[in-house]
């Protein structure tokens, strides 16, 4: 129990962590050195106004200097991140868990700027496919070695630029960005070309019933707007974080 408590309160520091990244990142500001602000009135906030989770729930979810709403985004991204992390951890072994943090903590911030703004940032996609291509080169507990990793990583991109490419001749726009073909390759990069088509298409099942959901519910709705664009970044992180976490078990199971 001490141990699953440890570990909720490292994915809710690296959820807080998330979520500032994010959203920073979108506003072209520093999420490195700038220290944390209120929002609102841009005061400094002080160390227990900081704190992931007890920061929100002490002043009600408002703001300690304004006394502004606090957005319900980030408790809800700390409380998620402190839970990924503990199933994580129950169900990967210790050096494999430990590898895979940052990698885990890039698929939140890719998730929430993509939900965000459509917009999968380099440093998160292209940076993380050079942190993964690393780590296999070094040996990292649980990723593929050098070779099956840079295999991954081409086969990825090349994966998602052909379905793009195959979309653009029959539709004439595109129906991926830059930044799919960027994740693709880091995420072959960090769990091999065997994840890729599992992820692909249990992304693009989910994506399509989504879709349809919305459709139906405009229709019903008697709108004549149409119904919002889905970012496909948002279902491509959590079913590699899903393949990530439980694929291993399964195959073993099958095997």
């Known amino acids: 129990m001490v141990m699953v408590f440890?570990?909720?309160?490292?994915?809710?520091?690296?959820?807080?962590?998330?979520?500032?990244?994010?959203?920073?990142?979108?506003d072209g500001r520093d999420w490195v050195r700038e220290p944390s602000a209120c929002f609102h009135c841009q005061t400094k906030l002080r160390f227990w106004q900081n704190l992931?989770?007890?920061?929100?729930?002490?002043?009600?979810?408002?703001?300690?200097?304004c006394q502004q709403r606090l957005p319900a985004r980030y408790i809800f991204?700390?409380?998620?991140?402190?839970?990924?992390?503990?199933?994580?951890?129950?169900?990967?072994?210790?050096?494999?868990?430990?590898?895979?943090?940052?990698?885990?903590?890039?698929?939140?911030?890719?998730?929430?700027?993509?939900m965000d703004d459509f917009i999968i940032p380099d440093w998160t996609s292209l940076g993380g496919l050079g942190l993964g291509v690393f780590l296999a080169l070094i040996g990292a507990p649980g990723?593929?070695?050098?070779?099956?990793?840079?295999?991954?990583?081409?086969?990825?991109?090349?994966?998602?630029?052909?379905?793009?490419?195959?979309?653009?001749?029959?539709?004439?726009?595109?129906?991926?960005?830059?930044?799919?073909?960027?994740?693709?390759a880091m995420l072959g990069a960090w769990l091999g070309p065997v994840s890729l088509l599992p992820i692909l298409v249990s992304a693009s099942l989910s994506g399509a019933v989504i879709g349809i959901g919305a459709i139906l519910f405009h229709r019903?709705?008697?709108?004549?707007?149409?119904?919002?664009?889905?970012?496909?970044?948002?279902?491509l992180t959590p079913m590699a974080l899903f393949w990530l976490i439980f694929a291993p078990q399964a195959l073993q199971t099958l095997l």
């Open 52 to 65: 992931p989770i007890i920061g929100y729930l002490s002043h009600g979810g408002q703001t300690a200097c």
């Open 77 to 114: 991204v700390e409380l998620a991140m402190a839970a990924l992390m503990i199933v994580a951890w129950q169900h990967l072994s210790m050096p494999v868990f430990l590898a895979f943090i940052p990698f885990m903590v890039l698929m939140v911030v890719i998730f929430l700027t993509d």
């Open 220 to 235: 019903l709705q008697n709108s004549r707007e149409a119904p919002a664009q889905v970012p496909f970044g948002c279902f």
């Open 143 to 184: 990723l593929p070695d050098i070779q099956t990793s840079l295999i991954g990583s081409m086969a990825g991109a090349a994966l998602i630029f052909s379905i793009n490419f195959t979309y653009k001749l029959w539709r004439g726009h595109d129906g991926m960005g830059r930044g799919d073909v960027n994740l693709m």
């Open 6 to 26: 440890l570990v909720g309160v490292l994915g809710a520091c690296l959820g807080s962590f998330a979520n500032v990244a994010a959203l920073r990142s979108l």
